[in-house]
């Protein structure tokens, strides 16, 4: 896999994504159907739009070229160094590694590359399989907001998580300079 930028032809992709429940949910939370037109210009818009720190990038499969989910970072704050990100897969790639690898290039950049400190995560309480990958890459449980987001008719605990750049480098090593 890799991760590259939304491509404008991505739409469709994406729509799908959007027309999945389960996949909207693990993405984010359930928002209003949206139609072909509007994710087109959704779409296009992304493609072109400068993302400094704040990326939102399509997970390709290699194998097929398919769109296969997005990473993402938000709330970038050069002045302590940090950042949160997001990673979403479709249901039809589930299980193939995709979250794990693209976390790992993602983190790779932003610490690597772009000089971050620390990096933070929100995980719904009952994603049970976001959880798990998070303390699988190193990612330490920093605390729990209870009742904290509300959807599917009741409020949900939200799971805080970090890493530091140090603790990214001790468990995937950066490339040797050359």
């Known amino acids: 896999m ?3 930028g939304v491509e404008p032809e991505d739409w469709e992709a994406f729509h799908r ?4 429940t389960d996949d909207m949910r693990r993405m984010d939370r359930i928002h209003p159907p949206r139609s072909a ?4 210009e959704w779409a296009q818009k992304t493609a072109v739009k ?5 990326l939102l990038l399509a997970v390709e499969s290699l194998a097929d070229g398919a769109v296969a989910g997005m990473v993402t970072t938000s709330e970038t704050d050069h002045r302590a160094g940090r950042f949160l990100y997001g990673v979403a897969i479709g249901t039809a790639h589930k299980g193939r590694g995709y979250a794990t690898e693209a976390v790992r290039l993602l983190l790779g950049f932003m ?3 772009r000089r971050f400190h ?3 995560a929100s995980v719904w309480g009952f994603n049970d399989a976001s959880i798990a990958l998070h ?6 449980e920093e605390g ?4 904290h987001e509300f959807f599917a008719g009741r409020h949900h605990d939200v799971v805080l998580f970090g890493m530091t750049a140090a603790e990214f480098a001790a468990r995937h090593p950066f490339p040797r300079e050359i």
Not at 135 to 140: A, P, Q, S, V
Not at 144 to 147: G, K, M, V
């Open 2 to 4: 890799r991760l590259r």
């Open 17 to 20: 994504f959007d027309e999945n």
């Open 37 to 40: 037109a509007a994710q087109r």
């Open 50 to 54: 400068e993302q400094d720190d704040r």
């Open 111 to 113: 610490f690597g590359e």
């Open 118 to 120: 620390k990096c933070e």
């Open 135 to 140: 303390r699988k890459l190193g990612f330490t």
């Open 144 to 147: 729990r907001l209870r009742d």
